[in-house]
T-cell receptor, first 117, second 111 residues
């Protein structure tokens, strides 16, 4: 396991369609995060899981967005009825909470670039 | 509201030159501050991590400083290379998964 992986890397869809992204974290990392990043901006927090429990959701995560991590390993992010404003890079990160400075060091995946036409 | 502000927004330098990027934050409580490098179309990669007790941290040609009193950090890049062209993001963490990201500084290194 060399790092966080995300699939697909690119997704083009028509407005109104549903899309689902997958994230596979680093093995044994029990925390998993989803971010959205638009051009020229830093990543914006969407949600995070500790094992299978979704512990926090940003207000950016509208009702059209849902994230799951059913077995505490990989996670999926689904966007229903996509809108053009959903076009962005969706980043996944994972971490393994330990004491000390690396308590929440997050390792990022390559991201999924979503384009909504 | 927790905020991380980075400056400049963009920077162009010649290969071999040094540069310094700035990060000011208002995040509280403070756990650690990280600098990431993000190449175009890729996920961020960690460069340095510092807690409040650390004033400086180096990673090769990258040196980060932290002044927890003034809530300022800087990232100094020495002897820049073309491969340093990227966005550099400052991230301040409260701990327990809560992090605030800056919008990054886009660095372009020209030959």
């Amino acid at each position: 396991d060399t790092g966080v992986s995300q699939d697909p890397r690119h997704k083009i869809t028509k407005r109104g369609q549903n899309v689902t992204f997958r994230c596979d974290p680093i093995s044994e990392h029990n925390r998993l995060y989803w971010y959205r990043q638009t051009l020229g901006q830093g990543p914006e927090f969407l949600t995070y899981f500790q094992n299978e429990a979704q512990l926090e959701k940003s207000r950016l995560l509208s009702d059209r967005f849902s994230a799951e991590r059913p077995k505490g390993s990989f996670s999926t992010l689904e966007i229903q009825r996509t809108e053009q404003g959903d076009s962005a890079m969706y980043l996944c990160a994972s971490s393994f909470p330990t004491s000390g400075i690396s308590y929440n060091e997050q390792f990022f995946g390559p991201g999924t670039r979503l384009t909504v036409l | 509201k927790n905020q991380v502000e980075q400056s400049p927004q963009s920077l162009i330098i010649l290969e071999g030159k040094n540069c310094t990027l700035q990060c000011n934050y208002t995040v509280s409580p403070f756990s650690n501050l990280r600098w990431y490098k993000q190449d175009t179309g890729r996920g961020p990669v960690s460069l340095t991590i510092m807690t409040f007790s650390e004033n400086t941290k180096s990673n090769g040609r990258y040196t980060a400083t932290l002044d927890a009193d003034t809530k300022q950090s800087s990232l100094h890049i020495t002897a820049s290379q073309l491969s340093d062209s990227a966005s550099y993001i400052c991230v301040v963490s409260e701990g327990a998964g809560k992090s605030t990201f800056g919008d990054g500084t886009t660095l372009t290194v020209k030959p």
